[in-house]
Protein backbone atom coordinates (compact mmCIF):
# COMPACT_ATOMS: atom_id res chain seq x y z
CA UNK A 1 0.00 0.00 0.00
CA UNK A 2 1.44 3.33 -0.93
CA UNK A 3 0.44 6.16 1.41
CA UNK A 4 0.25 9.24 -0.93
CA UNK A 5 -2.97 11.03 1.26
CA UNK A 6 -2.40 12.73 4.55
CA UNK A 7 -2.18 11.03 8.26
CA UNK A 8 0.91 10.33 10.68
CA UNK A 9 2.74 7.83 10.53
CA UNK A 10 1.88 4.08 11.84
CA UNK A 11 4.51 1.62 13.33
CA UNK A 12 2.66 -1.23 11.22
CA UNK A 13 1.60 0.12 8.52
CA UNK A 14 3.48 -0.29 5.33
CA UNK A 15 5.66 3.15 4.28
CA UNK A 16 6.50 3.07 0.68
CA UNK A 17 6.38 6.76 -0.79
CA UNK A 18 8.22 7.27 -3.77
CA UNK A 19 10.50 9.87 -3.52
CA UNK A 20 9.91 11.45 -6.18
CA UNK A 21 6.26 11.00 -7.42
CA UNK A 22 5.97 10.23 -11.23
CA UNK A 23 5.55 13.66 -13.12
CA UNK A 24 2.00 13.85 -14.35
CA UNK A 25 1.32 14.11 -17.72
CA UNK A 26 1.40 17.68 -18.79
CA UNK A 27 -2.43 18.72 -19.45
CA UNK A 28 -3.15 20.28 -22.74
CA UNK A 29 -3.86 23.92 -22.23
CA UNK A 30 -5.84 24.55 -25.57
CA UNK A 31 -8.64 21.98 -26.70
CA UNK A 32 -8.19 20.00 -29.91
CA UNK A 33 -10.02 21.34 -32.74
CA UNK A 34 -12.54 19.31 -34.84
CA UNK A 35 -11.19 17.94 -38.26
CA UNK A 36 -13.36 20.35 -40.00
CA UNK A 37 -12.78 23.31 -37.91
CA UNK A 38 -10.72 26.68 -39.30
CA UNK A 39 -8.74 28.86 -37.70
CA UNK A 40 -8.26 32.29 -38.14
CA UNK A 41 -4.16 32.95 -37.37
CA UNK A 42 -4.62 36.87 -37.48
CA UNK A 43 -7.27 36.40 -35.00
CA UNK A 44 -4.85 34.83 -32.82
CA UNK A 45 -3.81 37.19 -29.65
CA UNK A 46 -0.27 35.74 -29.86
CA UNK A 47 -0.15 36.73 -33.71
CA UNK A 48 -1.45 40.09 -32.76
CA UNK A 49 1.62 40.69 -29.98
CA UNK A 50 4.36 38.65 -32.90
CA UNK A 51 3.18 41.39 -35.21
CA UNK A 52 3.20 44.06 -32.65
CA UNK A 53 7.27 43.06 -32.26
CA UNK A 54 7.27 42.89 -35.33
CA UNK A 55 6.67 46.28 -35.86
CA UNK A 56 9.23 46.86 -33.59
CA UNK A 57 11.88 45.85 -34.94
CA UNK A 58 10.83 47.17 -38.27
CA UNK A 59 10.44 50.47 -37.04
CA UNK A 60 13.85 50.13 -34.76
CA UNK A 61 16.28 48.97 -37.48
CA UNK A 62 17.05 50.55 -40.14
CA UNK A 63 18.09 48.04 -43.61
CA UNK A 64 18.51 44.43 -42.71
CA UNK A 65 15.98 43.10 -44.98
CA UNK A 66 17.36 40.02 -44.89
CA UNK A 67 17.38 39.46 -41.54
CA UNK A 68 13.64 41.15 -40.97
CA UNK A 69 12.72 38.39 -43.88
CA UNK A 70 14.29 35.65 -41.91
CA UNK A 71 12.90 36.64 -38.21
CA UNK A 72 9.05 36.79 -39.95
CA UNK A 73 9.76 33.35 -41.63
CA UNK A 74 10.60 32.16 -38.06
CA UNK A 75 7.79 33.76 -36.54
CA UNK A 76 5.32 32.05 -39.19
CA UNK A 77 6.58 28.77 -38.84
CA UNK A 78 5.98 29.48 -34.96
CA UNK A 79 2.63 30.36 -35.47
CA UNK A 80 1.35 27.50 -37.82
CA UNK A 81 3.10 24.96 -35.47
CA UNK A 82 0.87 26.60 -32.69
CA UNK A 83 -2.21 26.43 -35.17
CA UNK A 84 -1.42 22.61 -35.91
CA UNK A 85 -0.61 21.62 -32.13
CA UNK A 86 -4.60 23.01 -31.88
CA UNK A 87 -5.66 20.72 -34.26
CA UNK A 88 -4.28 18.05 -32.02
CA UNK A 89 -1.33 17.64 -34.89
CA UNK A 90 1.53 16.41 -32.86
CA UNK A 91 4.54 17.31 -33.84
CA UNK A 92 8.17 18.05 -31.60
CA UNK A 93 9.11 21.18 -30.28
CA UNK A 94 11.13 23.23 -33.19
CA UNK A 95 14.91 23.53 -32.65
CA UNK A 96 15.20 27.21 -31.95
CA UNK A 97 19.07 28.04 -31.85
CA UNK A 98 20.61 29.99 -33.87
CA UNK A 99 24.02 31.63 -35.01
CA UNK A 100 23.88 35.65 -35.59
CA UNK A 101 26.67 36.28 -38.09
CA UNK A 102 27.52 39.89 -38.53
CA UNK A 103 30.20 43.03 -38.43
CA UNK A 104 30.00 44.61 -35.63
CA UNK A 105 27.18 47.39 -34.85
CA UNK A 106 24.86 45.69 -37.11
CA UNK A 107 22.36 44.92 -34.41
CA UNK A 108 23.02 41.19 -33.46
CA UNK A 109 22.26 42.25 -29.29
CA UNK A 110 18.98 44.02 -30.78
CA UNK A 111 17.59 41.28 -33.02
CA UNK A 112 18.30 39.10 -29.94
CA UNK A 113 15.94 41.08 -27.83
CA UNK A 114 13.64 41.30 -29.94
CA UNK A 115 13.88 37.61 -30.78
CA UNK A 116 13.19 36.57 -27.48
CA UNK A 117 9.81 38.62 -27.38
CA UNK A 118 8.89 36.89 -30.32
CA UNK A 119 9.53 33.34 -28.55
CA UNK A 120 7.74 34.49 -25.43
CA UNK A 121 4.46 35.78 -27.17
CA UNK A 122 4.43 32.09 -28.95
CA UNK A 123 5.29 30.51 -25.68
CA UNK A 124 8.26 28.49 -26.32
CA UNK A 125 10.44 30.82 -23.86
CA UNK A 126 8.87 31.01 -20.48
CA UNK A 127 10.75 34.96 -19.99
CA UNK A 128 11.58 37.16 -22.30
CA UNK A 129 14.96 37.58 -21.53
CA UNK A 130 18.49 37.53 -22.74
CA UNK A 131 21.27 36.41 -20.72
CA UNK A 132 24.72 37.79 -22.58
CA UNK A 133 27.89 35.62 -22.03
CA UNK A 134 31.44 35.83 -23.75
CA UNK A 135 34.21 33.29 -23.57
CA UNK A 136 35.43 35.11 -19.67
CA UNK A 137 31.60 33.71 -18.60
CA UNK A 138 31.64 30.00 -19.45
CA UNK A 139 35.36 28.99 -19.45
CA UNK A 140 36.87 28.13 -16.41
CA UNK A 141 40.64 29.00 -15.33
CA UNK A 142 41.69 25.09 -14.30
CA UNK A 143 40.45 21.76 -14.52
CA UNK A 144 37.40 21.37 -13.31
CA UNK A 145 36.31 25.50 -13.32
CA UNK A 146 34.72 25.02 -16.55
CA UNK A 147 31.65 22.61 -16.26
CA UNK A 148 30.20 24.53 -13.42
CA UNK A 149 30.81 27.67 -14.51
CA UNK A 150 29.30 26.95 -17.71
CA UNK A 151 26.23 25.25 -16.10
CA UNK A 152 25.56 28.52 -14.27
CA UNK A 153 26.16 30.53 -16.83
CA UNK A 154 22.79 28.09 -18.33
CA UNK A 155 21.02 28.27 -14.97
CA UNK A 156 20.79 32.33 -15.32
CA UNK A 157 19.37 32.30 -18.78
CA UNK A 158 17.24 29.22 -17.68
CA UNK A 159 13.49 29.93 -19.52
CA UNK A 160 15.58 32.22 -22.00
CA UNK A 161 18.04 32.86 -24.46
CA UNK A 162 21.41 32.56 -23.73
CA UNK A 163 23.49 34.99 -26.34
CA UNK A 164 26.98 34.18 -26.38
CA UNK A 165 28.68 36.41 -27.80
CA UNK A 166 31.82 36.36 -29.99
CA UNK A 167 31.44 32.54 -30.00
CA UNK A 168 33.98 31.60 -31.69
CA UNK A 169 36.50 32.49 -29.24
CA UNK A 170 35.26 29.55 -27.41
CA UNK A 171 37.55 27.32 -29.72
CA UNK A 172 40.87 27.52 -29.64
CA UNK A 173 42.42 24.62 -31.73
CA UNK A 174 46.25 25.89 -31.62
CA UNK A 175 45.66 24.72 -28.05
CA UNK A 176 44.52 21.66 -27.45
CA UNK A 177 44.48 21.98 -23.35
CA UNK A 178 41.73 24.45 -23.51
CA UNK A 179 38.75 24.06 -21.87
CA UNK A 180 36.15 26.00 -24.25
CA UNK A 181 36.12 22.75 -26.06
CA UNK A 182 34.73 21.67 -22.69
CA UNK A 183 31.80 24.71 -22.96
CA UNK A 184 31.00 23.51 -26.48
CA UNK A 185 30.20 19.68 -25.23
CA UNK A 186 28.30 20.73 -22.31
CA UNK A 187 26.31 23.40 -24.47
CA UNK A 188 25.87 20.15 -27.28
CA UNK A 189 23.89 18.20 -24.25
CA UNK A 190 21.92 21.15 -23.01
CA UNK A 191 20.48 21.83 -26.38
CA UNK A 192 19.84 18.54 -27.47
CA UNK A 193 17.39 18.52 -23.93
CA UNK A 194 14.11 18.35 -25.18
CA UNK A 195 12.32 19.56 -21.79
CA UNK A 196 15.12 22.90 -20.96
CA UNK A 197 12.81 25.92 -22.45
CA UNK A 198 16.86 27.50 -23.60
CA UNK A 199 17.65 28.66 -26.80
CA UNK A 200 21.54 29.44 -27.61
CA UNK A 201 21.91 32.33 -29.69
CA UNK A 202 25.96 32.10 -31.22
CA UNK A 203 26.73 35.29 -32.47
CA UNK A 204 30.23 36.91 -33.95
CA UNK A 205 31.98 38.00 -36.96
CA UNK A 206 31.24 35.88 -40.11
CA UNK A 207 34.06 34.76 -41.03
CA UNK A 208 35.52 33.30 -37.63
CA UNK A 209 31.79 32.41 -37.32
CA UNK A 210 32.15 30.18 -40.44
CA UNK A 211 35.36 28.67 -38.95
CA UNK A 212 33.99 28.19 -36.06
CA UNK A 213 31.24 25.93 -37.24
CA UNK A 214 33.26 24.32 -39.85
CA UNK A 215 35.57 23.07 -36.78
CA UNK A 216 32.19 22.13 -35.31
CA UNK A 217 30.34 20.06 -36.98
CA UNK A 218 28.30 18.55 -34.18
CA UNK A 219 27.68 22.46 -32.93
CA UNK A 220 26.93 23.42 -36.61
CA UNK A 221 24.14 20.31 -36.93
CA UNK A 222 22.07 21.79 -34.06
CA UNK A 223 21.86 25.02 -35.17
CA UNK A 224 19.46 24.84 -37.96
CA UNK A 225 18.99 28.68 -38.02
CA UNK A 226 21.78 30.79 -39.83
CA UNK A 227 21.01 34.70 -39.87
CA UNK A 228 23.90 37.00 -41.86
CA UNK A 229 23.48 40.50 -41.01
CA UNK A 230 25.08 42.95 -43.76
CA UNK A 231 27.01 45.54 -43.10
CA UNK A 232 24.69 48.90 -43.82
CA UNK A 233 25.38 51.07 -46.82
CA UNK A 234 25.98 55.00 -46.69
CA UNK A 235 22.10 56.30 -46.85
CA UNK A 236 21.08 53.58 -44.54
CA UNK A 237 23.94 55.49 -41.22
CA UNK A 238 22.24 58.68 -42.30
CA UNK A 239 19.02 57.42 -41.71
CA UNK A 240 20.19 55.37 -38.30
CA UNK A 241 22.19 58.64 -37.34
CA UNK A 242 18.73 60.45 -37.89
CA UNK A 243 17.18 58.35 -35.60
CA UNK A 244 19.59 58.01 -32.94
CA UNK A 245 19.88 61.47 -32.97
CA UNK A 246 15.82 62.43 -33.01
CA UNK A 247 15.89 59.48 -29.88
CA UNK A 248 18.05 61.85 -27.84
CA UNK A 249 15.94 64.83 -28.45
CA UNK A 250 18.18 66.20 -31.12
CA UNK A 251 18.24 67.47 -34.65
CA UNK A 252 20.70 67.97 -37.27
CA UNK A 253 20.41 71.16 -39.20
CA UNK A 254 20.93 70.87 -42.70
CA UNK A 255 24.20 72.02 -43.16
CA UNK A 256 25.17 69.72 -40.07
CA UNK A 257 23.71 66.54 -41.95
CA UNK A 258 25.34 67.27 -45.01
CA UNK A 259 28.68 67.30 -42.60
CA UNK A 260 27.85 63.93 -41.24
CA UNK A 261 27.25 62.61 -44.17
CA UNK A 262 30.46 63.30 -46.06
CA UNK A 263 32.44 62.01 -42.03
CA UNK A 264 30.25 59.18 -42.57
CA UNK A 265 32.04 58.73 -46.04
CA UNK A 266 35.39 59.32 -44.45
CA UNK A 267 34.95 57.29 -41.37
CA UNK A 268 33.64 53.87 -43.09
CA UNK A 269 36.86 53.66 -45.18
CA UNK A 270 38.62 53.52 -41.97
CA UNK A 271 39.87 50.03 -40.56
CA UNK A 272 37.50 49.03 -37.34
CA UNK A 273 34.51 50.57 -38.66
CA UNK A 274 32.02 49.73 -36.68
CA UNK A 275 28.39 50.36 -38.69
CA UNK A 276 25.94 51.74 -36.24
CA UNK A 277 27.86 51.82 -33.03
CA UNK A 278 30.55 54.20 -34.91
CA UNK A 279 27.63 56.11 -35.65
CA UNK A 280 26.50 56.27 -32.10
CA UNK A 281 30.17 57.29 -30.65
CA UNK A 282 30.06 60.19 -33.74
CA UNK A 283 26.85 61.14 -32.14
CA UNK A 284 27.93 61.26 -28.47
CA UNK A 285 31.11 63.01 -29.49
CA UNK A 286 29.46 65.96 -31.84
CA UNK A 287 27.12 66.49 -28.30
CA UNK A 288 30.04 67.08 -26.62
CA UNK A 289 31.00 69.24 -28.55
CA UNK A 290 27.98 71.08 -29.04
CA UNK A 291 28.01 71.37 -25.18
CA UNK A 292 30.95 72.87 -25.52
CA UNK A 293 30.39 75.27 -28.26
CA UNK A 294 27.15 76.45 -26.28
CA UNK A 295 28.67 77.01 -22.58
CA UNK A 296 31.69 79.51 -24.58
CA UNK A 297 28.58 81.24 -26.59
CA UNK A 298 28.00 83.30 -23.44
CA UNK A 299 24.66 84.36 -24.33
CA UNK A 300 20.89 82.56 -22.67
CA UNK A 301 20.26 79.74 -24.77
CA UNK A 302 17.11 79.28 -25.86
CA UNK A 303 15.30 75.60 -26.50
CA UNK A 304 16.52 76.04 -30.37
CA UNK A 305 19.89 76.55 -29.51
CA UNK A 306 20.08 73.09 -26.94
CA UNK A 307 18.45 70.79 -29.32
CA UNK A 308 20.49 71.83 -32.70
CA UNK A 309 23.37 70.26 -33.35
CA UNK A 310 25.12 72.30 -36.31
CA UNK A 311 27.83 71.39 -39.12
CA UNK A 312 30.62 73.51 -36.74
CA UNK A 313 29.96 70.34 -34.17
CA UNK A 314 30.66 67.81 -36.54
CA UNK A 315 33.62 69.02 -38.42
CA UNK A 316 35.38 69.02 -35.17
CA UNK A 317 36.06 65.59 -35.89
CA UNK A 318 39.43 65.00 -35.96
CA UNK A 319 39.19 62.92 -38.34
CA UNK A 320 38.76 66.18 -41.13
CA UNK A 321 41.97 67.57 -39.21
CA UNK A 322 43.90 64.88 -40.98
CA UNK A 323 45.78 65.35 -44.18
CA UNK A 324 44.17 63.46 -47.06
CA UNK A 325 45.70 60.57 -48.27
CA UNK B 1 10.44 5.65 10.12
CA UNK B 2 9.05 8.89 7.99
CA UNK B 3 11.38 11.80 8.68
CA UNK B 4 9.24 14.85 9.02
CA UNK B 5 11.64 17.70 8.61
CA UNK B 6 10.95 20.91 7.39
CA UNK B 7 8.09 23.10 5.57
CA UNK B 8 5.57 20.67 3.92
CA UNK B 9 6.63 17.68 5.84
CA UNK B 10 3.13 16.57 6.73
CA UNK B 11 2.02 16.86 2.84
CA UNK B 12 2.96 13.88 0.32
CA UNK B 13 6.37 14.14 -0.56
CA UNK B 14 6.67 16.88 -3.45
CA UNK B 15 6.89 16.18 -7.12
CA UNK B 16 9.25 17.82 -9.02
CA UNK B 17 7.08 20.26 -10.70
CA UNK B 18 5.80 21.16 -7.17
CA UNK B 19 9.67 21.36 -6.06
CA UNK B 20 10.31 24.19 -9.39
CA UNK B 21 6.98 26.15 -8.08
CA UNK B 22 8.17 26.27 -4.68
CA UNK B 23 11.78 27.21 -5.51
CA UNK B 24 10.36 29.67 -7.92
CA UNK B 25 8.56 31.05 -4.90
CA UNK B 26 11.80 31.65 -2.94
CA UNK B 27 13.59 32.86 -5.78
CA UNK B 28 10.94 35.43 -6.90
CA UNK B 29 11.50 36.71 -3.34
CA UNK B 30 15.57 37.07 -3.89
CA UNK B 31 16.10 34.26 -1.62
CA UNK B 32 19.13 32.50 -3.00
CA UNK B 33 18.41 28.76 -2.53
CA UNK B 34 20.72 26.06 -1.64
CA UNK B 35 21.12 22.19 -1.34
CA UNK B 36 22.41 20.05 0.95
CA UNK B 37 22.62 16.51 1.95
CA UNK B 38 22.93 14.13 4.95
CA UNK B 39 22.46 10.20 5.64
CA UNK B 40 21.60 11.03 9.59
CA UNK B 41 17.97 12.01 10.28
CA UNK B 42 18.82 13.10 13.77
CA UNK B 43 16.78 16.09 15.12
CA UNK B 44 20.21 17.66 16.49
CA UNK B 45 22.02 17.15 12.98
CA UNK B 46 21.32 20.77 11.91
CA UNK B 47 23.95 21.54 9.77
CA UNK B 48 24.01 18.94 6.68
CA UNK B 49 26.81 18.27 4.02
CA UNK B 50 26.61 21.36 0.91
CA UNK B 51 25.97 20.41 -2.34
CA UNK B 52 27.99 23.06 -3.63
CA UNK B 53 27.51 26.86 -3.03
CA UNK B 54 24.29 28.92 -2.84
CA UNK B 55 23.10 28.98 -6.29
CA UNK B 56 22.71 33.50 -6.27
CA UNK B 57 21.21 35.43 -9.19
CA UNK B 58 19.15 33.01 -10.57
CA UNK B 59 15.76 34.01 -12.05
CA UNK B 60 14.50 30.61 -13.10
CA UNK B 61 14.45 27.14 -11.27
CA UNK B 62 15.87 25.26 -13.75
CA UNK B 63 19.07 25.27 -12.44
CA UNK B 64 18.16 24.30 -9.08
CA UNK B 65 16.46 21.22 -10.46
CA UNK B 66 19.57 20.32 -12.44
CA UNK B 67 21.74 20.51 -9.07
CA UNK B 68 19.23 18.25 -7.14
CA UNK B 69 18.86 16.05 -10.00
CA UNK B 70 22.85 15.88 -9.57
CA UNK B 71 22.93 15.31 -5.88
CA UNK B 72 19.78 12.98 -5.83
CA UNK B 73 22.14 10.94 -8.88
CA UNK B 74 25.65 11.05 -6.56
CA UNK B 75 23.81 10.22 -2.88
CA UNK B 76 20.59 8.15 -3.90
CA UNK B 77 20.13 6.80 -0.03
CA UNK B 78 20.28 10.58 1.68
CA UNK B 79 18.16 12.46 2.58
CA UNK B 80 17.91 15.89 0.16
CA UNK B 81 16.89 19.02 1.33
CA UNK B 82 16.52 22.47 -0.29
CA UNK B 83 17.07 25.95 1.81
CA UNK B 84 16.38 29.43 0.89
CA UNK B 85 18.29 32.02 3.02
CA UNK B 86 16.19 35.72 3.46
CA UNK B 87 19.23 37.70 3.15
CA UNK B 88 17.33 40.52 4.16
CA UNK B 89 18.62 43.11 7.67
CA UNK B 90 16.78 42.14 10.05
CA UNK B 91 16.12 38.30 8.96
CA UNK B 92 18.81 37.08 7.78
CA UNK B 93 18.03 33.69 8.17
CA UNK B 94 16.52 30.36 6.59
CA UNK B 95 13.44 31.71 5.04
CA UNK B 96 12.21 27.72 4.07
CA UNK B 97 13.75 24.65 4.29
CA UNK B 98 12.20 21.46 2.53
CA UNK B 99 12.85 17.65 1.80
CA UNK B 100 13.36 16.73 -2.22
CA UNK B 101 14.84 13.27 -1.23
CA UNK B 102 14.86 10.78 1.45
CA UNK B 103 15.70 6.99 1.22
CA UNK B 104 14.09 4.12 -0.04
CA UNK B 105 14.43 2.61 3.66
CA UNK B 106 14.38 5.44 6.82
CA UNK B 107 15.70 3.60 9.93
CA UNK B 108 14.53 4.81 12.83
CA UNK B 109 15.69 6.92 15.95
CA UNK B 110 16.45 4.56 19.06
CA UNK B 111 16.36 5.71 22.38
CA UNK B 112 19.73 4.43 24.52
CA UNK B 113 20.32 4.91 28.07
CA UNK B 114 23.38 6.66 28.52
CA UNK B 115 25.44 6.86 32.09
CA UNK B 116 25.58 10.37 33.68
CA UNK B 117 27.25 11.78 36.13
CA UNK B 118 28.03 9.76 39.32
CA UNK B 119 26.24 7.44 37.96
CA UNK B 120 22.94 8.90 37.16
CA UNK B 121 20.58 7.38 34.04
CA UNK B 122 19.96 9.54 31.15
CA UNK B 123 18.38 9.03 28.09
CA UNK B 124 19.71 9.97 24.56
CA UNK B 125 18.04 9.57 20.99
CA UNK B 126 20.45 8.23 18.75
CA UNK B 127 19.66 7.86 14.87
CA UNK B 128 20.05 4.23 13.68
CA UNK B 129 21.01 4.85 10.29
CA UNK B 130 24.21 5.81 11.84
CA UNK B 131 24.95 2.97 13.75
CA UNK B 132 23.91 0.76 10.57
CA UNK B 133 26.56 2.43 8.46
CA UNK B 134 29.79 0.64 7.15
CA UNK B 135 31.97 0.63 9.40
CA UNK B 136 29.95 2.27 12.04
CA UNK B 137 31.78 2.24 15.57
CA UNK B 138 29.15 -0.58 17.66
CA UNK B 139 29.23 0.72 20.99
Known amino acids: MSRTGFGHYR ?50 LVGLAAVKRRVREIASLLLVDRAR ?14 SFAGGPGTGKTTVALRMAEILHALGYLRVPR ?25 ARAAGGILFIDEAYYLFRPENERDYGQEVIEILLTEMENERGSLVVIFAGYPDRMATFFAANPGLSSRVPHHIGFDDYTHPELVQIADLMVAAENFRFDDEAREAFSSYLTRRMERPQFSNARSVRNAVERSRLRQARRLVELDRPLNRDDLIT ?16 R | MKLRHGTFSYLPDLTDDEIAAQVRYALDHAWPVSVEFTDDPHPRNVYWEMWGLPMFDLTEPDGVLAQINECRATFPNSYVRVLAYDARLGRQTTAMSFLVQRPAREPDLQLTRVEGENRTQRYAVQSRATTEREGAWQP
Open chain 1, 309 to 324: LTAEDIYGSSLFNEPN
Open chain 1, 130 to 154: VHTVTRDDLVGQFIGHTAPKTKEAI
Open chain 1, 85 to 98: RQFGLASSRPTLHM
Open chain 1, 11 to 60: PGAEDTVPTTAPAEPEETVETTLGEDAELDLSRDEATARVEGTLAKLEAE
